[in-house]
């Protein structure tokens, strides 16, 4: 088992342009959690799926939306990207009720 | 809101010597708290949670409710235990979302 596995692993975009990343859960997970890691700041959370609904939804704006597949799978979306959203996107997988969550490596998003 | 505070960004201190990484939360309710580790290069990962009492790589953690506190503490620091820790919270209602710290950057020196 790979673990929590995200895609791309680096991307660069401009402001005002849109981008997903992709996360696949560790074998036998069915909740899906995204965080945003700031340079120098600890891991904020942005939203969960599970059965394929959000469930939970931190303070981040419209501009971030997600979707979870039937294999558990998972995307996150951001809309009209600013300069604040260059971050260390981290996906967290685990059992719903679980405390214990395992992250991906993340997503490096920088916005020009 | 429940909140997660690490008052030490960076923490520096020499092989053999004890080391504690404070952690402080403001929550009203019964949370579930949890040390995770980032060694250079890799992902984040769990090192412990503070219901199921293990010593992991010789680290501690005690919850204090009444000072809410939960500092993370090993007696003899090793030179592989350089790495960011975070601290972080999860309510007993929020279905495994957790409320991290800002981190505490830990360096054990030869």
């Known amino acids: 088992d790979a673990g929590v596995t995200q895609s791309p692993t680096h991307l660069i975009k401009t402001r005002g342009q849109q981008v997903t990343l992709r996360c696949s859960p560790k074998?036998?997970?069915?909740?899906v959690s995204w965080y945003q890691q700031a340079l120098g700041q600890g891991p904020q959370f942005i939203f969960q799926?599970?059965?394929?609904?959000e469930r939970q939804r931190g303070n981040f704006p419209d501009r971030f939306s997600g979707h979870q597949f039937p294999n558990y799978s998972s995307e996150l979306n951001v809309n009209a990207l600013l300069l604040g959203d260059s971050a260390l996107y981290l996906c967290?997988?685990?059992?719903w009720g679980a405390g214990e969550q395992f992250f991906g490596p993340g997503t490096r998003l920088t916005v020009l | 809101a429940q909140r997660v505070t690490q008052p030490e960004k960076l923490l520096s201190v020499f092989k053999g010597a004890p080391v504690e990484l404070k952690c402080n939360y403001s929550y009203s309710g019964s949370p579930e708290l949890f040390w995770y580790v980032q060694y250079s290069r890799q992902r984040l990962q769990l090192l412990l949670r503070?219901?199921s009492r293990e010593s992991i790589k010789g680290f501690t953690a005690d919850l204090n409710k009444g000072e809410t506190s939960f500092h993370l503490k090993k007696p003899f620091a090793q030179e592989e235990d350089s790495a960011m820790y975070y601290c972080?919270?999860?309510?007993?209602?929020?279905?495994?979302?957790?409320?991290f710290g800002e981190g505490t950057q830990l360096t054990v020196n030869p």
């Open positions: 972080a919270l999860m309510k007993e209602t929020s279905g495994s979302r957790l409320t």
């Open positions: 503070h219901i």
């Open positions: 074998s036998g997970h069915d909740t």
């Open positions: 799926y599970y059965e394929e609904e």
């Open positions: 967290a997988s685990s059992l």
